[in-house]
């Protein structure tokens, strides 16, 4: 497979097309967490860590998520690609897709962004709890990290599926089939490990309350979820591989 580069290569002149796909970063991030993190809020969930949302709620949450990222990475990915996620960039990055330092001005912008959401949103709402993911009760750290890779494997096998692959049957709609796993993967996993499959969504919340607490799994799960997804996905079912490259634009 052909190695996607970008113009950023030059680590001392990063152009304009890379510091417009960092600013859509940042804008694309903040607006995701914000509606996720409002949405979480509004439906009560995380009041309590540990204790579990009523499906009900959990599903407003979900149902949130999952059209927010369909829409956002839509909206962003002839910019920047739409990652919005820590976990994205870097299984991009780990399968030659994305050069070093687009990846960590991405991750940078993410976390950011993040951060500036959840802090905005606790002023906006007079001191609201913010949640954070945390693991459910009776979940182990390592439960709760095998789920994270799970879920986080998921969610990058949908995105080379519909949108890297060039033989995609579905490429325009990609984006928006993200969106809806995003959302599966919130009801499925809410109230195990938070199913966060993001590490900057969880970054922002625990940066706003100060709670940290088994925050790794956070880190940990999606960063091995989502280059196992990669690596499986161009080994096993990429084809013609050394001669297709992965779209043509930076992604």
Not at 185 to 191: K, R, V
Request: aromatic fraction near 8%; proline fraction near 6%; charged fraction near 5%.
């Amino acid at each position: 497979m052909a190695k996607m580069v970008d113009s950023s290569d030059n680590i001392n002149a990063p152009d304009a097309g890379t510091v417009r796909a960092v600013l859509a970063e940042l804008v694309l991030t903040f607006l995701f967490v914000f509606t996720g993190v409002a949405a979480a809020m509004a439906a009560g969930a995380g009041v309590e860590p540990g204790a579990a949302t009523p499906m009900a709620a959990l599903a407003g949450v979900a149902i949130a998520q999952a059209l927010a990222a369909g829409v956002l990475v839509t909206a962003g990915f002839h910019v920047s690609g739409g990652h919005l996620n820590p976990a994205v960039t870097v299984a991009l990055l780990a399968r030659g897709h994305i050069t070093a330092l687009r990846s960590v001005l991405y991750v940078a912008a993410q976390l950011l962004a993040s951060s500036l959401a959840c802090i905005l949103l606790r002023y906006l709402t007079g001191g609201m709890v913010t949640p954070v993911h945390a693991l459910g009760a009776g979940i182990s750290p390592v439960q709760g990290l095998v789920m994270e890779v799970i879920f986080t494997f998921s969610l990058l096998f949908v995105v080379y599926a519909t949108i890297l692959d060039p033989r995609s049957a579905v490429p325009g709609i990609g984006p928006l089939l993200t969106g809806l796993i995003v959302g599966a993967n919130t009801l499925a996993g809410g109230n195990f490990s938070g199913a966060s499959m993001n590490p900057a969504r969880s970054f922002g919340p625990a940066l706003a309350t100060g709670v940290w607490t088994h925050h790794w799994v956070y880190w940990l799960g999606p960063l091995l979820g989502g280059p196992l997804a990669g690596f499986v996905y161009e080994s096993l079912f990429l084809v013609n591989k050394t001669h297709e490259p992965l779209l043509d634009g930076a992604f």
